[in-house]
């Protein structure tokens, strides 16, 4: 318990010490550095809130890229009309409520079910979106014009992927979360303890929804114009489910430290191999997975107390 | 029945048809409060389609299920839980990643009396101290026997605070020793005031612990009465053990 408790302080105090410097980052670096970061904090956030709901009962959602496209979509249209702090906001309550629809008519499907539908439901989403574009709107493309600073969108996400981490850490820790455990283990034996797995599902999967629309609606700040297949681009789903496995599951900083060489991996292979790209990224995950099967969560955990507890223990820091 | 002890679940005309096959026709018994109840019959008769029935997990057909006068047919199995009936499983439910203190803690955060995970993980302790798992708290679930994964079942059921609890063959597999304390412990959570219906082969218990008893065959209620007069009722050994052996 004391061990427990030294542990949560310790995390803590990184946290805020992290979030500080990162905070300061802008104001000695380039712009390349900066999208770099952006990137990695919208992953970030996705990843985690991703895990949040699939890792947790074990649903596992290709409709990352739904969502995100939402929040994307709702930005480029409502940026004309109402400021910009409003537009994101209102991306997350619509992100909330389209997957509070799709939860109540869909999370009752279990397993590769549940994932082929969210796969389509990307897809569906797209396809109305760009026949509804074409036919009333009769445009392809929508422009999104802002004076939004590279700074005021980095110090944003840095934000949203530190309320998701922590948030998520939070739910962990209060009966929600056990809630999302158990349906995650069982969810007959969660129903007859007294769950009702049907709510607890549904307003996980609009949370997590939530933070992916909001997610999207800041970088669309950072695009000159949208369309429907650059807002639902399924290379977000599965970017964002290899960054949680990558992470493993079980801690609310799992996905974070998978999101982040993943980032870091894509940005280098696409810069350096551009016509081998996916293929390079390919290969490297197929090596992860082979050695790294509990994700990177576990190798840092055994690296904590096999290497880092010990050494402190020498230096009587503990 | 006995006189002071009303009846606290009723169920009229109970069917369920699975396609042409129909499961539970038309059953009906009273569960009188306070004692232990035994639900037996061949494999295959219905037994734990009726308890399904209870729980909600299958819904029926047409019937009623009256717990404590409320009807519980068209209810979901959380609601069933929280009204205060709680369940084990034919073959064991254990989270299998879970700890043994946080399969119980589970019941107890969310049952009929839900409390804050500090306080569960208090009175799960408790719990498995009650079942026979002290000091295996903190082990993960599925790295237990089979007959510790049937205890932590026991404890989730009763951490949920039941005032009916449905045990599904939760003797079943257990050695003649293990019986016996497996026994002694169903004795026990009846005499502290929980009504027992259990689903069981195992014929020495039932003798040992069942007030009265409903047999069951091809999803048709067949008798009902004491242990003593069920087992001698010739149509009970019928459906057990086949015409001919019967009747010698």
Avoid at chain 1, 229 to 248: D, E, H, K, P, Y
Avoid at chain 1, 251 to 263: Q, Y
Wanted: with cysteine; aromatic share 10%; charged share 15%.
């Amino acid at each position: 318990m004391l061990d427990a408790l030294r542990n949560a302080r310790a995390a803590a105090a990184l946290i805020v010490i992290a979030a500080i410097a990162l905070a300061f980052v802008p104001l000695f670096s380039s712009g390349y550095v900066m999208s770099v970061f952006i990137l990695l904090f919208a992953n970030v956030a996705l990843a985690t809130a991703w895990s949040f709901f699939s890792g947790a009962t074990r649903y596992i959602s290709l409709a990352t890229a739904a969502f995100f496209g939402i929040g994307i979509y709702v930005l480029a249209i409502a940026h004309v009309y109402v400021p910009v702090p409003v537009a994101l906001i209102a991306a997350a309550i619509i992100g909330f409520l389209v997957a509070l629809v799709v939860g109540l008519s869909t999370l009752r499907l279990r397993g590769v079910y549940f994932v082929v539908f969210t796969f389509g439901l990307t897809e569906l989403i797209h396809q109305v979106l760009n026949w509804w574009e074409v036919k009333i709107n009769h445009t392809v493309s929508r422009f999104i014009f802002t004076d939004v600073s590279n700074i005021a969108i980095y110090e944003t996400l840095l934000v949203a992927a530190l309320i998701t981490i922590v948030g998520s850490w939070y739910v962990n820790q209060i009966r929600l979360g056990y809630a999302l455990r158990a349906i995650g283990e069982d969810e007959t034996v969660a129903r007859h303890a007294g769950i009702n797995t049907t709510r607890v599902k549904v307003v996980c999967f609009a949370l997590s929804a939530s933070v992916m629309a909001f997610v999207g609606a800041v970088l669309a700040l950072r695009y000159p114009y949208v369309d429907a297949s650059i807002a639902f681009n399924s290379t977000w789903s599965f970017q964002v489910l290899i960054a949680a496995l990558l992470g493993g599951g079980g801690r609310a900083w799992g996905p974070a430290i998978g999101a982040i060489p993943l980032v870091l991996l894509s940005e280098y292979l696409a810069g350096t191999f551009p016509h081998h790209f996916s293929i390079a990224l390919g290969l490297c995950f197929v090596v992860i997975v082979y050695f790294l099967p509990g994700g990177l969560t576990r190798l840092v955990l055994r690296l904590y107390h096999s290497w880092l507890v010990p050494q402190l223990k020498k230096a009587e820091v503990l | 029945m006995q006189a002071g002890n009303g009846t606290i679940l009723s169920i009229r005309d109970l069917r369920k048809a699975f396609g042409g096959l129909v499961a539970v026709r038309d059953i009906s018994f009273d569960i009188p409060e306070g004692r232990i109840f035994g639900l037996i019959g061949p494999n295959g008769s219905g037994k734990t389609t009726v308890l399904n029935l209870i729980t909600a997990e299958l819904s029926a057909d047409s019937g009623s299920i009256l717990f404590e006068g409320r009807e519980m047919v068209g209810r979901q199995s959380f609601e069933v839980c929280r009204a205060r009936i709680a369940r084990t499983f034919q073959l064991v439910r254990v989270l299998p990643y879970m700890t043994t203190r946080e399969n119980v803690m589970l019941g107890r955060m969310f049952g009929s009396a839900p409390t804050s995970p500090a306080q569960a993980a208090q009175d799960a302790d408790a719990l498995l101290e009650r079942v026979g798992m002290a000091g295996r708290a903190d082990l993960v679930a599925s790295q237990l026997t089979y007959i510790d994964q049937k205890r932590i079942e026991l404890a989730r059921a009763l951490a949920t605070h039941p005032k009916l609890l449905l045990l599904d063959e939760w003797l079943a597999g257990l050695n003649p020793s293990e019986l016996r304390i497996g026994i002694d412990l169903i004795r026990q959570i009846c005499q502290d005031g929980v009504t027992i219906v259990m689903i069981e082969h195992v014929m020495e218990a039932i003798r040992a612990l069942c007030d009265r008893v409903a047999v069951m065959n091809a999803g048709d209620k067949i008798a009902e009465g004491t242990p003593a007069s069920v087992l001698s009722d010739p149509e009970v050994m019928h459906a057990y053990l086949g015409a001919d052996d019967a009747a010698a």
